[in-house]
């Protein structure tokens, strides 16, 4: 099973599919930044979702710099970064656009359950 309590990195489409795989495997919400390394807004909200990570091991999180995984954030629609995709078996569930803690927080949890809940923000 993927880290838990990291943001794991996918620098390329074997590593994406390796951990979306993974991913689809489990019943773990997997919270998924697709990111650019030159989005101030990104590098913002960069330390905000480690903590998420650290607080929050029964979730994955997964970031993706779109410039280095074109592909992938192509075949998901991504206009603007930082966008978070979240998937629960698989499949997307629901959208974060923006560098929004509140929301984004928010959306882990309403997909990931009560144990969420109780991290603070």
Not at 26 to 32: E, G, N
Request: glycine letters at 6%.
């Amino acid at each position: 099973m993927a880290e838990e309590g990291v943001v794991i990195g996918c620098h390329n489409v074997d590593q994406w599919n390796e951990q979306i795989g993974k991913h689809k495997a489990s019943q773990k919400l997997a919270v998924v930044d697709f990111t650019a390394s030159w989005c101030g807004p990104c590098r913002v909200i960069a330390p905000i979702l480690a903590d998420f990570a650290k607080k929050m091991p029964h979730v994955t999180f997964l970031k993706v710099d779109i410039d280095e995984v074109e592909t992938v954030a192509q075949e998901y629609s991504v206009e603007a970064m930082p966008t978070f995709l979240f998937f629960k078996n698989g499949e997307v569930v629901d959208k974060v656009v923006g560098a929004r803690k509140d929301d984004l927080h928010a959306c882990i949890v309403k997909h990931s359950g009560a144990a969420a809940a109780t991290a603070s923000t």
